[in-house]
C-alpha cells in the first residue's frame, strides 16, 4: 500500500490569490493523480503527474490555473491559481499502487479542503 | 473512453436489510472496476475491486459487488445494513494500468434503525 499525506489539510483564501498543495507519499510511484472534488459531488480527474514529464490535463483544466510540479518519485505539488470561489473544492492527491500486491489499486491522500472567499 | 453511472444518488435502508447501489459501465476495453466508500469529512476507502478472474468480488465490512460483463454492471451488495454503513458510495472504472481511474457521480447511502 500507498501512505499519502497532503499539506495544507484546510485553508481559506482570498480571491485573485494563489495556493501551493503539497502531496507526500511514502514510496516511489510512477504515476500520481490529482483530483477535485466540489462540495457535494464527486471526484474529477484534474490532471496525471508522471516523474520527469510534463502533466496531461483533463478537458476543462489548464496548465495556467493549475501548474503541477513531478520533481520526484515520492512528491508533488498543485497550485491552484488566481483563485475565485468557484475554486473551493477538496483537492486530492492519488498514486497507483506500488509493488505487486497493490498493483491496480489507488490510494488517495486525505485531501486539501480549500475555501475561497 | 471509459465512463460510469450510478443509478440513484441517494438510496435508504432500515438497519437489517439488504444494500444494493448499482453502478454500470462504459469501456471499449475489459475494465478494472472499483467501489470506494466516504465516511462523513473523511478521505477515500477502498471497499473492493474486479479486475480479472472470479467475478464475484468480496470486500471489507461485509459488501460485495459481481461483474456482469453482459449487463455491463458492477453492483455491490450487503446482506444486512448496518448504521456504520451510512456514507457515500463511490463507483470508478479504469481501462488499464497506468491509467487513472473515473468516478461515478456517488450513491448516499442512509441507515435508519
Known amino acids: 500500500s500507498a501512505v499519502i499525506s497532503q499539506k495544507p489539510s484546510r485553508d481559506i483564501c482570498q480571491r485573485g490569490t494563489s495556493l501551493t498543495i503539497q502531496c507526500q507519499v511514502d514510496s516511489q510511484v510512477t504515476m500520481m493523480f490529482w483530483y477535485r472534488q466540489q462540495p457535494g459531488q464527486s471526484l474529477t480527474l484534474i490532471a496525471t503527474?508522471?516523474?520527469?514529464?510534463?502533466?496531461?490535463?483533463e478537458s476543462g483544466f489548464v496548465i495556467d490555473k493549475f501548474p503541477i510540479s513531478r520533481p520526484n518519485l515520492t512528491f508533488s505539488t498543485l497550485t491552484v491559481s488566481n483563485m475565485s470561489p468557484e475554486d473551493s473544492s477538496i483537492y486530492l492527491c492519488?498514486?497507483?499502487?506500488?509493488?505487486?500486491?497493490?498493483?491496480?489499486?489507488?490510494?488517495f491522500g486525505p485531501g486539501t479542503r480549500l475555501t475561497v472567499l | 473512453a471509459q465512463s460510469v453511472t450510478q443509478l440513484g444518488s441517494h438510496v435508504s435502508v432500515s438497519e437489517g436489510a439488504l444494500v444494493l447501489l448499482r453502478c454500470n459501465y462504459s469501456?471499449?476495453?475489459?475494465?478494472?472496476l472499483f467501489w470506494y466508500v466516504q465516511y462523513p469529512n473523511q478521505g477515500l476507502q477502498l471497499l473492493l475491486k474486479y479486475t480479472t478472474g472470479a467475478t464475484l468480488v468480496k470486500g471489507i465490512n461485509g459488501f460485495e459487488a459481481e461483474f456482469k460483463k453482459s449487463e455491463t454492471s458492477f453492483h455491490l451488495t450487503k446482506p444486512s445494513a448496518h448504521m456504520s454503513d451510512a456514507a457515500e458510495y463511490f463507483c470508478?472504472?479504469?481501462?488499464?494500468?497506468?491509467?487513472?481511474?473515473?468516478f461515478g457521480k456517488g450513491t448516499t447511502l442512509s441507515v435508519s434503525s
Open positions: 470508478a472504472v479504469r481501462a488499464q494500468a497506468g491509467t487513472a481511474l473515473i
Open positions: 492519488s498514486v497507483e499502487g506500488p509493488g505487486q500486491e497493490s498493483y491496480n489499486e489507488q490510494f
Open positions: 503527474a508522471n516523474q520527469g514529464s510534463e502533466a496531461t490535463y
Open positions: 469501456s471499449s476495453v475489459p475494465p478494472y
